[in-house]
């Protein structure tokens, strides 16, 4: 599946984008809370796993995977929920409980829309059939009107999920930023940065 590939998510993840699910404006406790857990990574059912304190067993379940969906492992890094995303997201559906109905709501959507079309949870159908219905919401001005709720939900907790990833101590290496390190030998700007910007040197 083509959506949301991580070159796409560099751009929603740069920034705090999830308004929709209260992730803007982060407390200090919050975005010091983001990513403890990147050291560990839970998948649902592993033992030892984080245990949400905003998720049920079910929802948890499906937040992992639709967050794999999202940001799947490549050859350059691990997955959301190898990231921390979940307990991420978790932690900020208590800190933020406005986001929670819209959450909770999209939740159930998927799960209704999966039982409508192939009479399993989304859990628990196949990763073509998962391909098939995410594909129908992942696409906001190609998608249909009667997928108008799945598409909002699916849009708020993709930049849920890439706002987690991208904060990350996995994510900023991902993304192979170079900031927040001290350089005591700065000799200014490479003189072939000027010949590319055609300009000289003051």
Same mark, same amino acid.
């Given at each position: 599946?083509? &959506? *949301?590939?991580?070159?796409?998510?560099?751009?929603?993840?740069?920034?705090?984008?999830?308004?929709?699910?209260?992730? *803007?404006?982060?407390?200090?406790?919050?975005?010091?809370?983001?990513?403890?857990? *990147?050291?560990?990574?839970?998948?649902?059912?592993?033992?030892?796993?984080?245990?949400?304190?905003?998720?049920?067993?079910?929802?948890?379940?499906?937040?992992?995977?639709?967050?794999?969906?999202?940001?799947?492992?490549?050859?350059?890094?691990?997955?959301?929920?190898?990231?921390?995303?979940?307990?991420?997201?978790?932690?900020?559906?208590?800190?933020?409980?406005?986001?929670?109905?819209?959450?909770?709501?999209?939740?159930?959507?998927?799960?209704?829309?999966?039982?409508?079309?192939?009479?399993?949870?989304?859990?628990?159908?196949?990763?073509?059939?998962?391909?098939?219905?995410?594909?129908? &919401?992942?696409?906001?001005?190609?998608?249909?009107?009667?997928?108008?709720?799945?598409?909002?939900?699916?849009?708020?907790?993709?930049?849920?999920?890439?706002?987690?990833?991208?904060?990350?101590?996995?994510?900023?290496?991902?993304?192979?930023?170079?900031?927040?390190?001290?350089?005591?030998?700065?000799?200014?700007?490479?003189?072939?940065?000027?010949?590319?910007?055609?300009?000289?040197?003051?």
């Amino acid at each position: 599946m083509d &959506i *949301t590939r991580r070159n796409a998510l560099k751009i929603i993840g740069a920034t705090p984008v999830a308004a929709g699910i209260g992730l *803007t404006d982060q407390s200090a406790e919050a975005q010091a809370h983001q990513h403890p857990t *990147t050291a560990k990574p839970a998948a649902a059912g592993r033992k030892g796993a984080y245990k949400p304190k905003f998720f049920t067993a079910h929802e948890w379940a499906t937040v992992a995977l639709l967050s794999n969906i999202v940001i799947p492992k490549d050859d350059r890094s691990g997955s959301a929920t190898d990231a921390g995303v979940p307990e991420f997201i978790d932690f900020m559906m208590v800190d933020r409980p406005g986001g929670q109905v819209p959450m909770r709501g999209g939740l159930r959507w998927l799960d209704a829309e999966s039982n409508t079309r192939f009479g399993k949870t989304f859990i628990e159908i196949t990763d073509e059939q998962r391909t098939a219905l995410v594909d129908d &919401i992942a696409y906001p001005r190609k998608a249909s009107p009667e997928f108008s709720h799945g598409v909002a939900f699916f849009s708020r907790f993709r930049d849920a999920v890439a706002t987690g990833f991208f904060t990350s101590k996995m994510g900023i290496a991902d993304l192979q930023y170079m900031g927040n390190v001290p350089n005591p030998f700065w000799e200014g700007c490479p003189e072939a940065c000027y010949t590319h910007l055609g300009v000289k040197k003051a």
